[in-house]
């Protein structure tokens, strides 16, 4: 299996709403990330877990949460958003985060969401 | 840091080859990647090169790579209208192997 999956595909909130982003990997992969895409933009790095531990946050407001509850699972928690938080939202996983790993990313398909 | 950068644009005729290039500015980065993104779909691995290799071939994609410019590209022969996309070329800098650095795009369109 060397896919990385996603859920749900679209996503509609509010501004005062909770949600939740998944994402699943069956590759043995122990490095996991979320990105953030805007429309004609690069992919932005938002969090990095490796073995299950936080490595990376860059500087993402705390109304985004990330969990990883075990070394296929990554979640994305959302809560009192803003409309501009609206975007493609990516999940990736790759070997590992050593040095002398190749380092590819996986990516999911993707979480559109949109913030009202 | 690393910065990435590519044109943003390419058009081609189908089925002439695409070349689209891509340069670095961080001589460390160990890996280089090409992705490939459809409209509303996540990023597709297409092919990645480590830092000691000038070339790497797989099929229609030939990846080009020249250090000493910090400069990659990637051809695609035989270019089909399956190949329209945004084509994302990234780096992995020495210094941080749990991040890659993108480049802005390019989105490749074929004319018939």
């Known amino acids: 299996d060397t896919e990385v999956t996603q859920t749900p595909k679209h996503l509609v909130m509010g501004m005062t709403n909770k949600k939740s982003l998944k994402c699943e990997q069956h590759?043995?992969?122990?490095?996991m990330y979320w990105y953030k895409q805007k429309a004609k933009k690069p992919p932005e790095l938002m969090f990095v877990?490796?073995?299950?531990?936080?490595?990376i946050n860059e500087s993402v407001p705390s109304r985004f949460s990330p969990e990883c509850p075990n070394s296929s699972l990554l979640n994305l928690h959302l809560h009192a958003l803003q409309p501009e938080d609206s975007a493609l939202y990516l999940c990736?996983?790759?070997?590992?985060?050593?040095?002398?790993?190749?380092?590819?990313?996986?990516f999911g398909p993707g979480t559109r969401l949109t913030v009202l | 840091g690393e910065d990435v950068e590519q044109s943003l644009f390419l058009s081609v005729r189908e089925g002439d080859s695409s070349v689209i290039n891509c340069t670095y500015t961080?001589?460390?980065?160990?890996?280089l990647y090409w992705y490939k993104q459809e409209p509303g779909a996540g990023l597709q691995l297409l092919t990645y090169?480590?830092?000691?290799?000038d070339m790497k071939q797989d099929q229609r994609l030939t990846v080009l790579l020249n250090k000493k410019d910090k400069h990659l590209s990637l051809r695609i022969a035989d270019t089909q209208t399956g190949d329209s996309a945004i084509y994302f070329c990234?780096?992995?800098?020495?210094?941080?192997?749990?991040?890659?650095?993108f480049g802005s795009g390019t989105r490749l369109s074929i004319r018939p």
């Open positions: 590759m043995g992969h122990r490095a």
């Open positions: 090169i480590f830092s000691n290799m």
């Open positions: 877990y490796s073995y299950e531990k936080l490595s």
């Open positions: 990234a780096a992995r800098p020495y210094s941080s192997a749990s991040k890659i650095i």
């Open positions: 961080d001589s460390s980065s160990t890996y």
């Open positions: 990736a996983s790759s070997q590992g985060v050593a040095g002398n790993l190749q380092g590819e990313q996986f």
